[in-house]
């Protein structure tokens, strides 16, 4: 989603600009991003960069709850990916301690702003690193925590099924 965004008003790259098909469409996204720049938002712009290591320089100011969840979110979803490589899955654990930490304020803030909750995948992801830790209580919990944000895993079965391969897994490593 992230490069889309970049896509959607700057191109490939941040001397390239797409072109639109009309006059109007390209000054409206061109404005669009213009105001976006102006807005000095170093929240926003390091997460629409696309770019970690801005996103990582910003990721402990403080600013709006829907730009920070969006920021933090990214950051997981980077280290998450790498997360085989030791100081992935504690930056991936770290950012997701800090996402869940604020998730009083970003619940509202996503409620108001489209009306429900979305998918937030800090959930999917820690609870799979705190499981393959062997920290089945810890996952279990916030399994249990994204249940009552009535939240989806985009699976079938969502967080209870993922409860029941949780405990499952425990019964695996403890016979």
Same mark, same amino acid.
């Given at each position: 989603m992230i490069q889309w965004i970049r896509k959607l008003f700057?191109?490939?790259?941040?001397?390239?600009?797409?072109?639109?098909?009309n006059e109007e469409d390209n000054e409206r996204y061109e404005a669009a991003w213009r105001s976006l720049?102006?807005?000095n938002n170093p929240i926003r712009l390091a997460w629409l960069s696309g770019d970690i290591?801005?996103?990582l320089e910003v990721?402990?100011?403080?600013g709006d709850p829907l730009d920070q969840h969006l920021?933090?979110?990214a950051i997981i979803e980077d280290a998450y990916k790498q997360?085989? @490589?030791d100081n992935f899955r504690r930056r991936c654990a770290e950012y997701c301690e800090i996402h869940l930490a604020n998730m009083d304020r970003i619940t509202p803030a996503l409620l108001a702003d489209i009306g429900k909750m979305p998918r937030i995948l800090t959930f999917q992801y820690y609870s799979t690193i705190l499981t393959e830790?062997?920290?089945?209580d810890d996952a279990l919990e916030v399994c249990e925590r994204a249940i009552r944000l009535e939240l989806s895993d985009g699976t079938k079965d969502g967080? @209870?099924?993922r409860m029941k391969r949780i405990e499952n897994k425990r019964k695996k490593m403890t016979t």
């Amino acid at each position: 989603m992230i490069q889309w965004i970049r896509k959607l008003f700057m191109g490939n790259s941040p001397s390239e600009r797409i072109d639109y098909g009309n006059e109007e469409d390209n000054e409206r996204y061109e404005a669009a991003w213009r105001s976006l720049e102006k807005e000095n938002n170093p929240i926003r712009l390091a997460w629409l960069s696309g770019d970690i290591g801005k996103m990582l320089e910003v990721s402990d100011l403080d600013g709006d709850p829907l730009d920070q969840h969006l920021l933090w979110q990214a950051i997981i979803e980077d280290a998450y990916k790498q997360r085989e @490589k030791d100081n992935f899955r504690r930056r991936c654990a770290e950012y997701c301690e800090i996402h869940l930490a604020n998730m009083d304020r970003i619940t509202p803030a996503l409620l108001a702003d489209i009306g429900k909750m979305p998918r937030i995948l800090t959930f999917q992801y820690y609870s799979t690193i705190l499981t393959e830790a062997g920290k089945f209580d810890d996952a279990l919990e916030v399994c249990e925590r994204a249940i009552r944000l009535e939240l989806s895993d985009g699976t079938k079965d969502g967080f @209870k099924g993922r409860m029941k391969r949780i405990e499952n897994k425990r019964k695996k490593m403890t016979t």
